[in-house]
């Protein structure tokens, strides 16, 4: 059972980049699917969310108009596609898998939201 997150990579400021969070072992869509980043000193930052079968969505200011997250029941994933990225978008980016199937509210340290699956990080660098 594991969650793995992938797709980072070195991307000049504006270009795009499109995250993946592949789930085995168990059905991602009976989850709640949020994406955070962090960047080295800085506290860890909810990014987006996406509700049980996709039905809603909720995204950080920072990104909002530039990410856009996704799901295939078929495929097991989520995805996070980043558009414009700025130099302040460079962090590691991990996707997390909450039992709380709803993204309502603020996406960093939500009251009331445990994780029960973690990927491991994939590093998104942009260069200005």
């Known amino acids: 059972v594991q969650l793995q997150a992938s797709g980072g990579g070195l991307v000049r400021a504006g270009g795009s980049l499109r995250l993946s969070c592949i789930a085995s072992g168990f059905t991602l869509n009976y989850y709640g699917i949020r994406w955070f980043r962090q960047a080295p000193g800085k506290e860890r930052e909810g990014v987006s969310c996406i509700s049980t079968s996709g039905a809603s969505t909720n995204y950080a200011d920072s990104v909002k108009g530039r990410f856009t997250v996704s799901g295939d029941n078929a495929k097991n994933s989520v995805f996070l596609q980043m558009n414009s990225l700025k130099p302040e978008d460079t962090a590691v980016y991990f996707c997390?898998?909450?039992?709380?199937?709803?993204?309502?509210?603020?996406?960093?340290?939500?009251?009331?939201?445990?994780?029960?699956?973690w990927g491991q990080g994939t590093q998104v660098t942009v260069s200005s």
């Open positions: 997390a898998a909450s039992p709380q199937t709803w993204c309502g509210g603020a996406l960093t340290n939500t009251p009331g939201v445990t994780f029960d699956y």
